[in-house]
């Protein structure tokens, strides 16, 4: 088997497994490794006085370094490399799980099981989701998972196919210190300035290409593409964030309801730009689409990915 076979079959396959398997709750994931050695870091940058800020850009340079090296190394040995490759590659994906959460928490709404579906949202978001009604925690749900597109899928599939799975995993760390660090409160504000910056750039890439390959998606949907076409670059940069609004946006106008609005962070009262049609609210059907278009765009967008970086590689590997 060659190169440019390994080279699209990895990414199919763990598409395939994760979409079969998801993220067993039993089995150790990658991610809570490095979370762990995260915090541990964390712990000791704050217990020593040293500058916060300054050591948590050492912390994105130290951790990539380290996952980069280390993976390159496993992925060097003959024939379990490509095993390594593979669990690596299926690892690092998260559409399976981000479908299964967004369908579990939307049928305990639709099943009327509020508070269930109050304590499922409230462990995919960092708002405060206690004081949200229905139509508040469906608007929630739907924010997440449309954001969670690019940074569980688009995002990790995309430095899958262009840089391998060490690259994909340097991606994943840093996405994971953004998780953790980014927050914009008192003890983060000047230790994840480096984190979430990094992964602005990062993401900056794939949430775009996300947000046109939900156009896409949409259009084969049948949904109101043209709508999401002519308020995608002005809604995406509406938020805080220079890449979440690259799919909140599409999702927003192709569904006809609305995102943002009033939300509380950290006990603070924060009000968000809208997002979308004012006054379009998130019903049983619309988060149904939504999954359906969540589905569509990361398949669409994964053949493309690979289809396009895997003749890209064997063109260069010709001459």
């Known amino acids: 088997?060659?190169?440019?076979?390994?080279?699209?079959?990895?990414?199919?396959?763990?598409?395939?497994?994760?979409?079969?398997?998801?993220?067993?709750?039993?089995?150790?994931?990658?991610?809570?490794?490095?979370?762990?050695?995260?915090?541990?870091?964390?712990?000791?940058?704050?217990?020593t006085g040293m500058s916060r800020k300054i050591m948590g850009g050492v912390g994105v340079l130290v951790f990539a370094i380290v996952v980069w090296s280390v993976l390159k190394i496993f992925l060097a040995i003959p024939f379990v490399g490509v095993l390594i490759a593979l669990y690596?590659?299926?690892?690092?994906?998260?559409?399976?799980?981000?479908?299964?959460?967004?369908?579990n928490a939307a049928a305990m709404l639709d099943s009327g099981r509020i508070e269930d579906a109050r304590k499922a949202i409230a462990e995919l978001v960092s708002r405060d989701v206690s004081e949200l009604?229905?139509?508040?925690?469906?608007?929630?749900?739907?924010?997440?998972?449309?954001?969670?597109?690019?940074?569980?899928?688009?995002?990790?599939?995309?430095?899958?196919?262009?840089?391998?799975?060490?690259?994909?995993?340097?991606?994943?760390?840093?996405?994971?210190?953004?998780?953790?660090?980014?927050?914009?409160?008192?003890?983060?504000?000047?230790?994840?300035?480096?984190?979430?910056?990094a992964d602005d750039v990062l993401a900056f890439i794939p949430a775009?290409?996300?947000?046109?390959?939900?156009?896409?998606?949409?259009?084969?949907?049948?949904?109101?593409?043209?709508?999401?076409?002519?308020?995608?670059?002005?809604?995406?940069?509406?938020?805080?964030?220079?890449?979440?609004?690259?799919?909140?946006?599409?999702?927003?106008w192709l569904l006809g309801a609305s995102m943002g609005g009033k939300a509380v962070y950290f006990g603070e009262e924060k009000e968000k730009p809208v997002i979308g049609p004012e006054g379009g609210e998130w019903t049983s059907l619309k988060l149904k689409r939504l999954g359906a278009l969540v589905m569509t765009t990361a398949i669409f967008s994964a053949v493309l990915l690979d289809i396009y970086f895997v003749m890209v590689w064997a063109s260069g590997a010709v001459h």
């Open 1 to 47: 088997m060659d190169n440019s076979t390994v080279l699209f079959l990895v990414p199919v396959i763990a598409l395939v497994l994760d979409l079969v398997l998801g993220d067993p709750k039993w089995f150790p994931h990658p991610v809570r490794y490095i979370g762990m050695a995260l915090d541990k870091y964390k712990n000791w940058v704050f217990s």
């Open 88 to 103: 690596l590659a299926y690892a690092g994906l998260a559409l399976g799980s981000l479908l299964s959460e967004h369908k």
């Open 133 to 197: 009604d229905e139509n508040g925690l469906r608007k929630a749900l739907a924010e997440s998972t449309s954001e969670n597109l690019n940074d569980g899928f688009v995002a990790p599939f995309f430095y899958l196919v262009v840089t391998g799975p060490a690259g994909m995993w340097v991606y994943k760390t840093i996405s994971t210190m953004d998780s953790m660090w980014g927050y914009k409160n008192e003890e983060f504000k000047e230790f994840g300035y480096y984190a979430a910056k």
């Open 208 to 252: 775009r290409i996300t947000g046109f390959m939900m156009l896409a998606a949409g259009r084969i949907m049948k949904l109101d593409w043209e709508s999401a076409y002519d308020n995608l670059i002005e809604d995406a940069n509406k938020t805080e964030s220079p890449n979440a609004g690259w799919s909140m946006a599409p999702a927003a």
